[in-house]
């Protein structure tokens, strides 16, 4: 595949009264089926960078050098796991063709690596098997990067695996717990779909999504991740709850509720920050965050103070505890892109004004 970490240097040039001009690398423009009378977007994604992009819809070809990727694996040296990985890394590139051939006589593990990659790819589909290895194609289309739509599919899940394994702590119960851990598989393969999304749209261009102005993939990459973080810590608190062998209390349940609905809703109101870009609410969300904590370490002091409590059952509540406030600090993770936005508006505003200023003082001439 072509690597399209390159970088030019041009100078901005005059044209008109109301323009400036950039020389675009010929050889860029040849490479990417553009020709003279083309249109092309240019959008302001941050205050210093300038992004150009163009429909690649109705331009894109498809040809084996950027469209099919081949996997090879001999059977007995490389895990299933490395192969799996290196699938994955060709489905989130952005390939549409991914080969996967077992270069030794025969492959024992075909059958089960196929249906890996099938479930864990988004969109794909098996084309063609053999005993040597298997062809998987990617059905989606030019990807429209719709950040608020992706962001609340992924939310869905990670909320819903969060409030899972809470309720699985307070009823102790070992079903929920194994819910919990069922749906990691779903976040997995929706992080990976939404990643070959971003690198699409970084090699390929912005689809017309109305609140891309307000977001970097920076910002987006930040909130996504807090996400499956938390994820994780869902799976850690289900964990806990199947290894547990006595009971929790009523006095410890009752007190692990209060800080784990806690979490819960600042995970839910950051969530709501982020989507409505509101700096007010994701402030008040951090000096929640410092609220929990203090709540937190007073539970905690608790648990050490009681001597009938079991090392075991303090073990695990130290646990569920930690996983408890690294939900919180994700939540603050994802207000953080709220918080950081606003001060790049207002630092915007701010030279805007002085700009204003400096243009309204007389010249050198008036005096």
């Not at 994604?45 to 163009?54: A, E, G, V």
């Not at 549409?96 to 099938?118: F, M, P, Q, Y």
């Not at 950051?270 to 989507?275: K, P, T």
Request: proline share 2%; glycine share 4%.
């Amino acid at each position: 595949m072509e690597s399209f970490h390159q970088r030019e240097r041009r100078r901005i040039q005059i044209s008109g009264k109301s323009s400036f001009v950039v020389a675009l690398p010929k050889k860029w423009v040849s490479g990417m089926d553009l020709q003279h009378g083309d249109e092309v977007t240019i959008t302001r994604p941050s205050t210093n960078s300038l992004l150009i992009t163009f429909d690649i819809r109705p331009l894109r070809k498809l040809n084996d050098q950027y469209d099919r990727a081949v996997v090879e694996y001999q059977d007995n040296e490389d895990s299933q796991d490395t192969i799996l990985r290196k699938i994955e890394a060709c489905y989130v590139s952005g390939y549409t063709i991914i080969e996967v051939i077992c270069t030794s006589s025969t492959s024992h593990r075909l059958d089960n690596l196929k249906e890996k990659a099938r479930r864990n790819l988004i969109g794909t589909e098996i084309v063609g098997y053999s005993s040597s290895g298997f062809t998987i194609q990617v059905l989606l289309g030019s990807p429209e990067l719709r950040l608020n739509d992706d962001l609340k599919r992924v939310y869905s899940v990670c909320a819903s695996m969060f409030k899972e394994a809470i309720r699985s702590v307070k009823r102790q119960d070992k079903n929920a717990a194994n819910l919990t851990i069922s749906q990691s598989s779903d976040v997995y393969s929706l992080n990976l779909y939404v990643m070959r999304k971003l690198n699409m749209f970084i090699k390929g261009g912005i689809s017309g999504d109305p609140h891309h102005e307000q977001w970097d993939l920076l910002s987006f990459i930040v909130v996504i991740k807090a996400l499956q973080n938390l994820s994780n810590e869902s799976i850690r608190i289900a964990r806990t709850v199947l290894g547990l062998q006595t009971p929790f209390g009523a006095d410890f349940i009752m007190g692990l509720s209060m800080l784990s609905d806690l979490a819960s809703r600042l995970i839910d109101e950051s969530f709501v920050a982020v989507l409505k870009i509101d700096h007010s609410g994701a402030a008040e969300i951090a000096k929640e965050v410092a609220t929990f904590n203090e709540k937190e370490e007073e539970f905690q002091s608790l648990i050490w103070k009681d001597k009938e409590v079991l090392a075991e059952s303090r073990r695990a509540a130290v646990s569920l505890i930690d996983s408890l406030r690294a939900a919180t600090r994700y939540a603050l993770d994802i207000c953080s892109v709220v918080l950081d936005f606003n001060i790049e508006k207002f630092s915007m505003q701010a030279r805007s004004v002085e700009t204003r200023g400096n243009n309204m003082l007389p010249n050198s001439s008036t005096f």
